[in-house]
């Protein structure tokens, strides 16, 4: 269920400009994934409901980080409509490994500016399932935010965020030790 609270008439043309920016983009993918028209169109239809459930939650100031958490939302709608209609199943990803806390906090992560690029360009080569959940976290969401937009369960974020997080300060170990 949404409860969709625009506060002013500034939000309401914000969201129509967003809309009207990325609706072309969402249908591509979900196109891609549902190859059907009408499933894609209800896709993008229950994207932009999450979206809009969760904007003032969310940063829209970088275009490439909003083009992302779209692309991310609209992905993970468009799996969901396919099971669905299937009725498949998608594994998660268990490797069974046991590392930190999975209540840890990505801001932990201390890096300089020099390497901030560095660990972005890593993030975004990150496979789906570990870049999705860090940018949206990066977002402020929390791990129940993020299981509902995702549509996964909360032990699930929890435990790709901390995979995640190893990833990172493994890269930045190696990027210290090389440097």
Same mark, same amino acid.
């Given at each position: 269920?949404?409860?969709?609270?625009?506060?002013?008439?500034?939000?309401?043309?914000?969201?129509?400009?967003?809309?009207?920016?990325?609706?072309?983009?969402?249908?591509?993918?979900?196109?891609?994934?549902?190859?059907?028209?009408?499933?894609?169109?209800?896709?993008?239809?229950?994207?932009?409901?999450?979206?809009?459930?969760?904007?003032?939650?969310?940063?829209?100031?970088?275009?490439?980080?909003?083009?992302?958490?779209?692309?991310?939302?609209?992905?993970?709608?468009?799996?969901?409509?396919?099971?669905?209609?299937?009725?498949?199943?998608?594994?998660? #990803?268990?490797?069974?490994?046991?590392?930190?806390?999975?209540?840890? &906090? $990505? !801001? *932990?992560?201390? =890096? %300089?500016?020099?390497?901030?690029?560095?660990?972005?360009?890593?993030?975004?080569?990150?496979? #789906?399932?570990?870049?999705?959940?860090?940018?949206?976290?990066?977002? &402020? $969401? !929390? *791990?129940?935010? =993020? %299981?509902?937009?995702?549509?996964?369960?909360?032990?699930?974020?929890?435990?790709?965020?901390?995979?995640?997080?190893?990833?990172?300060?493994?890269?930045?170990?190696?990027?210290?030790?090389?440097?």
């Amino acid at each position: 269920m949404f409860f969709i609270i625009l506060n002013t008439e500034e939000d309401v043309i914000f969201v129509e400009k967003l809309y009207n920016k990325y609706s072309k983009f969402m249908y591509k993918v979900a196109f891609g994934i549902l190859k059907n028209q009408y499933d894609a169109e209800d896709s993008v239809q229950q994207t932009f409901l999450k979206l809009i459930d969760k904007y003032d939650k969310l940063d829209f100031s970088d275009e490439r980080r909003t083009r992302n958490l779209i692309g991310i939302i609209c992905r993970n709608v468009s799996f969901n409509i396919y099971n669905k209609d299937k009725k498949a199943v998608l594994t998660e #990803d268990d490797t069974g490994i046991n590392t930190y806390s999975p209540n840890f &906090d $990505l !801001s *932990v992560i201390i =890096i %300089s500016k020099d390497n901030v690029n560095k660990v972005m360009e890593f993030i975004y080569g990150m496979d #789906d399932i570990y870049r999705e959940v860090v940018l949206l976290k990066s977002q &402020d $969401l !929390s *791990v129940a935010e =993020i %299981s509902d937009i995702l549509n996964i369960k909360p032990k699930t974020v929890q435990k790709r965020l901390e995979r995640a997080r190893i990833k990172i300060i493994e890269f930045l170990d190696k990027e210290k030790n090389n440097g």
